[in-house]
C-alpha cells in the first residue's frame, strides 16, 4: 500500500515538474518523395529526433517517405499550401512552377565551395529573403523553413566523352528537369537541353535519347546510371543542389512560441545533418563509379573560368525573364561576397 502510494505521488510530481514530459499535442506530418538513403531522410530523422525530445513529447513527427502523401513536387507543395501536408522537401526545379525566382540555386558557378554556400544559407539574411517572398507569392500559405542539401553539387555527366570546357557539350543532349533556367543553362553552352522526368532517365541514357545529364555523385550512384552507359563525369560543380524545406504557415504560426522555437531549431539541425550526408555518401559512390569504369575529370581553374565565361548570358536572362528575379541574383551575390570576405579572412588567420 505505502508503495503503491509513493509512487502514485512520485508520477504526481513529474507530471508537475517543468521538466516533465507533455501530453502529445501537435502533430507535424513531413513527407519527401525520396527513400531511405537519401539525405532528405537523414534530415528528417534528425528532426523528427530533436523535436520529439526537445518539446518534451508535445510535439509528434510523423514521416512519409516516398509518395505516399504526394507524388510529385506540385502536387505536395499544393499539399503544404492547403495544409494536407505540413512539412516537405522540394528542389529548386520542383518550386519553379510556384517561386521562379528559386532557381538561383541553378545559376552556374556563383558559390565555390561547401563552406561558402553552407555559410551563405546559415550567416547570412538570404533565406529569409526567400522566405519573404514564398509568403507573399502563396498568399501567406508556403513558409520556407531552411534551405539544406540534396546531394551536393551538379556536375556534367555523359555516356559519349570526357567534357573539358564548354566546347565540348556543342550538340550533346543533356537532361534537365522542366524548369526554364537549367534548359537555359545548356543551350547557352551549346547543348541540347532535354528535358526527361527523373525516373525515365536511366532508360534515355541507355537508349541514346539523352547523351548525358547534370547531377551530383550519389544520385548518379544511387540510380545506376553506369550500368546505362554513364562513364565520364567533369566535376565542374556548376550548381548547388539546395535542398528548399517548406512548412504549411498557418500549422507553424498557431503553435506557441516556445514550439515555433523547438521546430526552428529542429530545421538548424537538420539542416546541418544534409550538409553533412552527401559528403559521407559521395566518397564511396566515387569508388563506385571507378570501379564500374567511370572517369572523373576535375577542371583547371582556366577550364573552369572558360565556363562560367561562357554561362554569363544565363545571369542576365535570369534577372530579366524571372519575377523577383533580379532582387534575388543581387541577395545571393551580396551574400556571398560577405561570406567569402569573413572566409577569407578567417583563411588567412589560420595559416599564419
Known sequence: MLKRTLTALTAAALLAAPGAALAQEYTIRATANSNESDEDYDGLVVFKNYVEQASNGAIEVELFIGTQLCSNGAECLQGIADGSIDVFVTTSGGAAGIFPYVQVFDLPYLMRSDRVAEAVLTDTDFTRTLRDLALEASG??????????????????????????????????????????????VKTLGGSPTPIPWPELFTSLQTGVVDGTKNGITDIMNMKFPDAGLKYLTLDGHAYMAAIWVMNNEKFMSMPEDMRRVVVNGFKELQ?????????????????????????????????????????????????????????????????????????????????
Open 140 to 185: 501567406d500559405t508556403i513558409r520556407i523553413m531552411t534551405i539544406g542539401n540534396t546531394g551536393g553539387w551538379r556536375n556534367f555527366a555523359n555516356t559519349q566523352k570526357r567534357i573539358a570546357g564548354p566546347a565540348d557539350l556543342e550538340g550533346m543532349k543533356m537532361r534537365t528537369v522542366v524548369a526554364d533556367l537549367p534548359q537555359e543553362l
Open 272 to 352: 546541418q545533418a544534409t550538409f553533412a550526408s552527401p559528403k559521407r555518401k559521395s566518397i564511396a559512390a566515387y569508388e563506385e563509379f571507378a570501379a564500374a569504369g567511370g572517369e572523373v575529370y576535375v577542371p583547371t581553374p582556366e577550364e573552369r573560368q572558360a565556363f562560367q565565361d561562357a554561362a554569363a548570358p544565363v545571369y542576365d536572362w535570369f534577372a530579366s525573364n524571372v519575377d523577383n528575379g533580379e532582387e534575388v541574383l543581387q541577395a545571393l551575390r551580396d551574400a556571398v561576397a560577405q561570406v567569402e570576405e569573413t572566409i577569407d579572412a578567417d583563411i588567412a588567420a589560420d595559416i599564419q
